[in-house]
Nanobody, 123 residues
């Protein structure tokens, strides 16, 4: 019903920057919340940042002041600008979307996850 495609991950040196993108497509009526989560090896998946349809944002304490989440509602896309990256930011980053989808005359709210994109911060 809804597909999420993430891009922008890669290898970067400490102090560097990366910009992640996540595009949602499919039978989307509207998108409520969009967000980014990450999972490092041996650790649980954790919230990085979220943004509502109205533009309200929420960040993990560990990324406040360094990461910025944004969205383009017309393109069903969310971005995560990551600056001043640290080795501890190394993880697989996942996009999460809560969307209202339409199937005929029926509307349902579902949560969708992307496939993940690797971010490695190392010298």
């Amino acid at each position: 019903q809804v597909q999420l495609v993430e891009s922008g991950g890669g290898l970067v040196q400490p102090g560097g920057s990366l910009r992640l993108s996540c595009v949602a497509s499919g039978s989307i009526f509207s998108i409520d919340e969009m967000g980014w989560y990450r999972q490092a090896p041996g650790k649980q998946r954790e919230l990085v940042a979220t943004i509502t349809s109205g533009g309200s944002t929420n960040y993990a304490d560990s990324v406040k002041g360094r990461f910025t989440i944004s969205r383009d509602n017309a393109k069903n896309t969310t971005y995560l600008q990551m600056n001043s990256l640290k080795p501890e930011d190394t993880a697989v980053y996942y996009c999460k979307v809560r969307a209202i989808v339409r199937a005929g005359m029926r509307f349902t709210t579902n949560v969708y996850w992307g496939q993940g994109t690797q971010v490695t911060v190392s010298s």
